[in-house]
């Protein structure tokens, strides 16, 4: 068995407690076997002892991301991404893009919901050593009703397509739900509200009682229950009826608040992809009005997320990685800087979030998301103090090593590649040719 002795370094356990300079961290084959100062190794003939000098570094658990969509292969446009897509191209990419992921520091990643069901299949290659990845867990298609998700009219009224499956009735909600976990799915998500085009905002698309029907269904086969919830109602409904994880939980009220505390539900509000758009989307031509969106979101749910928070719930980092807004390898550590900023966390509160919680949300709690001994190998060394500036996390140039179940990373960057055929929309013009136009001066 190999081992690493990664010694000298300033580390950051995961579990909130202060940095502990000079300490080491003695790795045997996949897990942390010990934590400590002056760690003494003795070479032997079963094992070579491999030393990394970590003195100056930080040392700290690998990143964890909550919300990720690692099949959709960052699309511009749901047109690309329902319309433009196709099982065999979505595997290949997705097995691309998820090294990406792994370099940025993720070494454990759970993508909520997928295209062509290719989730699964991807996790268990990563595990068998086929593709290189962060260890993964996978839902399959997002479960919803036939008024839709955030597609508008490119969800059908039966089947699936893009990432969605339509329920029509009691009878196919069961059926969807036994058939996921018979392919794979780690958990179920269901889109709880949705946009039409007719409608401004989110509304919601699920009845309590629905709800209530797959939480029942996935929880008899032991698979758990995530939901997207824009509204304050839809939250308490999913709450009420037993969902696990709730994403974004935007417009909170005071029951529904009441109601997670209660339940203690962890909810992973997913602010980077809004964030993003609101902070930099001119820089990449994003026409949306997502900076109002986005303050109206952080400003009616940032306080609610933040009472829920100190009244112990966990709050989940997830990155919304897939989307071109944000592509893959870029933004996992984003989420841990808006708390910081939005929701007042200290630094070391807000990795505890990105790593130790985030575990509890994969179900990997006491598994994975702590520096310390019988844990998981899974440990990120860089140049810099993220206790200080949470920032640094997002910044790749200064990882100096990464473990993920005790194996070495390559960390140097994914080689770029080109548009594959038919991968993106493209129009005959931006704009109509009327005659003024074209005789316009
Ligand atoms: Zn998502």
Not at 115 to 142: C, H, Q
Not at 228 to 236: E, W
Request: net charge negative; with cysteine; hydrophobic share 40%.
């Amino acid at each position: 068995m190999h081992a690493v002795l990664i010694s000298g370094g300033n580390v950051i356990d995961g579990t909130g407690s202060q940095p502990q300079p000079n300490t080491d961290v003695l790795i045997e084959g996949d897990r942390i076997v010990a934590v400590g100062k002056n760690l003494v190794v003795e070479k032997s003939s079963e094992r070579e002892v491999r030393r990394v000098d970590a003195t100056g570094l930080t040392v700290m658990p690998g990143l964890i991301d909550a919300h990720t969509h690692i099949t959709l292969g960052e699309p511009r446009t749901n047109d690309e991404l329902f319309l433009h897509r196709d099982p065999a191209t979505a595997a290949i990419l997705a097995a691309y893009n998820v090294r990406k992921v792994l370099r940025a520091g993720v070494t454990s990643m759970f993508d909520v919901d997928g295209i062509f069901n290719i989730g699964p299949a991807l996790r268990d290659s990563i595990k068998a050593g086929v593709v290189e990845g962060p260890t993964m867990k996978s839902g399959s298609y997002a479960l919803m009703t036939a008024v839709g998700g955030t597609a508008g009219k490119l969800i059908p009224d039966s089947g699936t397509a893009g990432y969605a499956e339509v329920v029509r009735n009691k009878e196919e909600t069961v059926l969807a739900v036994r058939r996921q976990v018979k392919d794979g799915a780690d958990c179920i998500k269901i889109h709880v509200t949705g946009s039409i085009p007719t409608r401004s905002g989110e509304i919601q698309v699920w009845t309590r009682e629905e709800l209530k029907v797959v939480c029942d269904t996935a929880h008899d086969l032991g698979v758990r229950v995530t939901a997207h919830c824009r509204g304050d109602k839809a939250t308490l409904d999913s709450v009420m009826a037993g969902v696990d994880i709730i994403w974004h939980a935007s417009f909170l009220g005071d029951a529904s608040l009441e109601a997670i505390i209660d339940k203690k539900v962890p909810v992973g509000p997913v602010f980077t992809f809004l964030a993003n758009l609101s902070e930099f989307g001119h820089k990449a031509g994003a026409t949306s009005s997502a900076k109002s969106i986005f303050a109206g979101e952080l400003e009616n749910t940032g306080a609610k997320l933040r009472q829920a928070y100190d009244a112990g719930v966990k709050l989940l980092c997830g990155s919304e990685s897939g989307f071109s807004m944000t592509p893959y390898g870029h933004w996992h550590a984003r989420e841990m800087e808006v708390f910081v900023k939005h929701l007042g966390m200290t630094p070391l509160q807000a990795i505890t979030c990105g790593t130790k919680d985030n575990a509890v949300a994969l179900d990997e709690d006491g598994e994975t998301g702590c520096i310390a001994a019988g844990y998981r190998a899974d440990v990120l060394v860089l140049d810099g103090d993220p206790s200080k500036d949470i920032s640094l996390l997002g910044d790749k140039s200064l990882f100096r090593h990464l473990f993920c179940r005790g194996k070495n990373i390559d960390l140097s960057p994914i080689e770029p590649r080109a548009m594959l055929r038919g991968e993106q929309s493209s129009g005959w013009s931006d704009v109509a040719l009327t005659r003024e136009l074209a005789y316009s001066k």
